[in-house]
């Protein structure tokens, strides 16, 4: 504002009058002045750091100096970063640990890292193979597009099944949260009475000494928990494949498993410079051999990580996991085999090689099939039964470079921890199923030995040596379960291919550690071939493997000398035992029926048909029969039975 004042006049009297106007209009501009609002500018942040918010709810602390992804983000596709690892994870942006040639943002075991990446070394692309593909985060490698059902990353979910929690199906269980009585499991999914998921139709009956039984709804035990006999306590499962798995622990603080058919394992405590091993012998098929596990504590509960005895060479490393210049073809002998006859409806192997994670691929889904064979004696007779239930569905190309990609994770992973134990550094829990549920990876999983889980809808389904599963999503804080699709099923009692399932924890490490186990034995095999039918060994590839420095300790234990032995005297403890546990209980042996007859072992074919009636659907395999009644399968060995599910 302007004021404009003009004023003719002499004398003091003038020149107050004029200093008075002045002062006036001075006051009147300022006035005038602080009624005018300036437009509002935004903070600037400060200079020396990135301006924070608050995390969401659930969210994870901000790492200093880095944005920090809220916990429970959603892979690749779902509003993250690809190939950003999670909060926490502590990987610099960057070039990666020498050695690993990732690209920038790689983590230095090879997860998480970035899209893109070639696999000529660790640390190759989260979502993608580790041949170079450059498959998209969510398909499969090569463009041939998710297996349908498949949902990586959470993407054409099937119907039902919610794996990220949205429009959760009554019944599913997306990320394992809010079990029954118990340990958390899963959300709608009780724990059975040895604290792993199982179906709501379980029934439960419990002895004044502590005994428990859970029963299926046709009446028969499903799991059967003895609290002491001789002071040892067992917890028996009757599994829907109709092996028997028993765990014994001992007085001594061993431990026993022992499955029908001798099979089993004998573990012990071993313990190296202030740190604690269990050091488990097994016995199969006639061959006694040895591995170390590492416990540690997860959400809870104590899962035991596989913990390899001996690692190769850094040059070996890098061969199993870089491609070879030209693909091979590979003849492993099979045709004609039994177990091939039993499941080539399933499995199929690559007709070529492009790099070792291939051929170990086969590898390992073969050393399962075959595994599943002999431990199923009656396979020809379950097969014929399976087309009274799910389909099968076998192993599409896409799964197995799924469970290629998987493969080569976990060569990587070794690799790193191979540096590791050079400098008798001790095993990390980030090596094993801890870090595989929070890493933001949609893992594989094949299935080691027989497994009852829970579907979406809340039933009880089989998992059988060989199935194919993905994760999806993650485990909640204090969740002991996970909620995983199933990619391949070879039908009948197994769980339908593309449903969701909720297992737990404990049994998802024993998995890692078979593939681990097997990858192992696969890359001996692979550096003994010497060229024989696969490409030659360099030269820093050949070197023979060391010992990790606890397995080389002049203390530690070799496999037990009488442990087919161990495991067959705790079976038989365990058959006294149950029989004991199932009368406290009120327990019946066999099926109920409408007179409340029970069908027990021994029963002929007439007697079992007086009680029950004629089966829905008889089957015969040569000397051995099974009659299908509804949830109910009878299995008749020259005319008696010899085994009720």
């Known amino acids: 504002m302007k004021t404009f004042l ?117 640390g190759s692309t989260t979502g993608t193979t580790p ?110 494949s109709g092996n028997r798995r028993a765990v014994i622990e001992r007085p001594d603080h061993s431990r026993v498993m022992a499955e029908r058919g001798g099979r089993g394992y004998v573990e012990r405590s071993y313990s190296y410079r202030g740190r604690e091993y269990a050091h488990r012998t ?42 070879w210049a030209m693909p091979v073809r590979y003849s492993w002998g099979w045709a004609g085999t039994p177990w091939l006859g039993a499941y080539g409806f399933y499995f199929t192997p690559y007709p070529m090689y492009a790099s070792p994670s291939l051929w170990l691929t086969d590898y390992l889904i073969a050393n399962s099939l075959q595994a599943a064979y002999v431990a199923q004696a009656q396979s020809q007779a379950d097969a014929a039964a399976a087309t009274q239930a799910n389909a099968a569905v076998a192993l599409s190309p896409q799964t197995k470079d799924l469970i290629a990609a998987e493969v080569g994770r976990q060569i990587a992973l070794e690799r790193s921890e191979a540096q590791g134990a050079a400098q008798n550094a001790p095993p990390d829990p980030n090596s094993g ?24 809808s809340g039933a009880e389904c089989a998992l059988g040596q060989g199935d194919a599963l993905q994760l999806v999503g993650r ?48 890359m001996g095999d692979m550096q003994a071939s010497r060229g024989k039918g696969l490409p030659n060994l360099p030269a820093q590839a050949a070197a023979p493997p060391t010992k990790a420095p606890f397995a080389a300790d002049p203390s530690a234990p070799g496999p037990e000398p009488n442990v087919a032995a161990e495991i067959s005297q705790e079976s038989n403890q365990v058959d006294a035992a149950e029989q004991a546990a199932l009368q406290d209980t009120g327990a019946p042996a066999g099926g109920p029926s409408a007179s409340g007859a029970t069908v027990t072992l021994g029963m002929t074919v007439d007697q079992v048909t007086a009680i029950l009636g004629p089966p829905l659907q008889p089957l015969d395999a040569g000397n051995r029969q099974i009659y299908l009644y509804k949830n109910l399968k009878i299995t008749f060995q020259n005319g008696k039975v010899t085994d009720i599910q």
């Open 282 to 323: 097994y016995y199969y098929n006639g061959r006694a051999y040895d591995r170390f596990y590492s416990p540690y504590r997860y959400h809870g509960m104590i899962v035991s990580m596989y913990t390899p005895s001996f690692y190769y060479a850094p040059g070996f490393y890098a061969y199993a996991y870089s491609p």
């Open 433 to 456: 199923i801890q870090a595989m549920m929070s890493d933001n990876v949609p893992h594989v999983f094949v299935v080691g030995q027989d497994l009852d889980v829970v579907d979406a």
């Open 6 to 122: 003009s004023c003719k006049c002499l004398g003091s009297n003038c020149l107050r009058g004029s200093l008075a106007v002045l002062l006036l209009a001075s006051l009147v501009a300022g006035a005038q002045e602080k009624n005018k609002k300036p437009a509002a500018t935004p903070p600037k942040p400060a200079a020396s750091a990135p301006a924070r918010t608050a995390p969401p709810a659930g969210a994870a602390a901000p790492a200093p100096a880095r944005a920090a992804a809220p916990t429970g983000t959603t892979p690749a596709g779902r509003g993250t970063t690809t190939g950003a690892p999670p909060a926490g994870r502590g990987t610099t942006t960057g070039a990666p640990p020498a050695g690993y040639g990732g690209t920038s943002g790689t983590t230095p075991t090879g997860r998480g890292s970035s899209t893109g990446a070639t696999p000529s070394s660790p």
């Open 475 to 522: 485990p909640g804080p204090n969740d002991t379960a996970a909620t995983l699709v199933v990619l391949g099923s070879k039908g009948g009692l197994e769980c339908r291919a593309q449903s969701t399932v909720t297992v737990s924890v404990a049994d998802l490490q024993d998995m890692q550690n078979y593939m681990r186990e097997t990858i192992d034995q696969g």
């Open 131 to 240: 041949y170079g593909r450059g498959a998209t985060p969510g398909a499969t490698p090569n463009g041939r597009g998710v297996t349908p059902g498949a949902t990586p990353y959470g993407r054409g979910v099937t119907p039902g099944a919610t794996p990220y929690g949205r429009g959760v199906t009554p019944g599913a269980t997306p990320y394992g949260r809010g079990a029954g009585p118990g340990v958390p499991a899963g959300r709608g999914v009780s724990t059975s009475i040895t604290g792993r998921p199982a179906p709501r139709s379980y029934s439960v009956a419990r002895s004044a000494n502590g005994d428990a039984v859970s029963r299926r709804p046709n009446g028969r035990p499903a799991d059967v928990h003895v609290a002491n006999r001789a002071g040892r306590q067992m917890d028996v499962h009757h599994g829907l």
